[in-house]
T-cell receptor, first 113, second 115 residues
Framework: AQSVAQPEDQVNVAEGNPLTVKCTYS??????LFWYVQYPNRGLQFLLK??????LVKGSYGFEAEFNKSQTSFHLKKPSALVSDSALYFC???????????FGAGTRLTVKP | KAGVTQTPRYLIKTRGQQVTLSCSPI?????VSWYQQTPGQGLQFLFE???????NKGNFPGRFSGRQFSNSRSEMNVSTLELGDSALYLC??????????????FGEGSRLTVL
């Protein structure tokens, strides 16, 4: 079965610094990978996805993620963090066998001024 | 275009009662998924429906059930509520179902508190 691991419960960065939120996955076959963001008392908002093609994927709000097949990773990155990026971030994976989308436990990102 | 609509947004129940949550997907979307979100367990997959058929089911007891109607709207029901069922229940829709489904679009959730 497909699964996702987000090894860090919490990531703290200073405003203006680059940020990375880590994600590794396990799936049989080709992975379909996603990042979502959740603000307090809200649903999840889609940020970006990797289906096929270029390993570097660009998404909303200046976020990007790099797919690394050999390391089975899909880390979320942003060159310059904003205070407003503070939120809960989820990585998700779906395989190509009609299985459901599975989410990681989430990483709380705090960007300090 | 209206997003995914979940009702009710908040509800309080007591142990032993049952609850029904409703989800209206984005117009034209035919697949609906349900997730339970709790602080300790994160996002746990409940069910996935497409064309009124349950396509996938998570590891939850039989007290949790769902269905999808011909207009793609979906409901989930939890019977004999337990304290541990307190959670944010999230519904998500997508245009189709299968490996090329793409991203899910989430509603704001229904927050259930069981006393």
């Amino acid at each position: 079965a497909q699964s996702v691991a987000q090894p860090e419960d919490q990531v703290n960065v200073a405003e203006g610094n680059p940020l990375t939120v880590k994600c590794t996955y396990s799936v049989s076959g080709n992975p379909y990978l996603f990042w979502y963001v959740q603000y307090p008392n809200r649903g999840l908002q889609f940020l970006l996805k990797y289906i096929t093609g270029d390993n570097l994927v660009k998404g909303s709000y200046g976020f990007e993620a790099e797919f690394n097949k050999s390391q089975t990773s899909f880390h979320l990155k942003k060159p310059s963090a904003l205070v407003s990026d503070s939120a809960l971030y989820f990585c998700a994976v779906r395989d190509n066998n009609n299985n459901d989308m599975r989410f990681g436990a989430g990483t709380r990102l705090t960007v300090k001024p | 275009k209206a997003g995914v609509t979940q009702t009710p947004r908040y509800l309080i129940k007591t142990r032993g009662q049952q609850v029904t949550l409703s989800c209206s997907p984005i117009s034209g979307h035919r697949s609906v998924s349900w997730y339970q979100q709790t602080p300790g367990q994160g996002l746990q997959f409940l069910f996935e429906y497409f064309s009124e058929t349950q396509r996938n089911k998570g590891n939850f007891p039989g007290r949790f059930s769902g269905r999808q109607f011909s207009n793609s709207r979906s409901e989930m029901n939890v019977s004999t509520l337990e304290l541990g069922d307190s959670a944010l229940y999230l519904c998500a829709s997508s245009l189709v179902w299968g490996p090329n489904t793409g991203e899910l679009f989430f509603g704001e959730g229904s927050r259930l508190t069981v006393l």
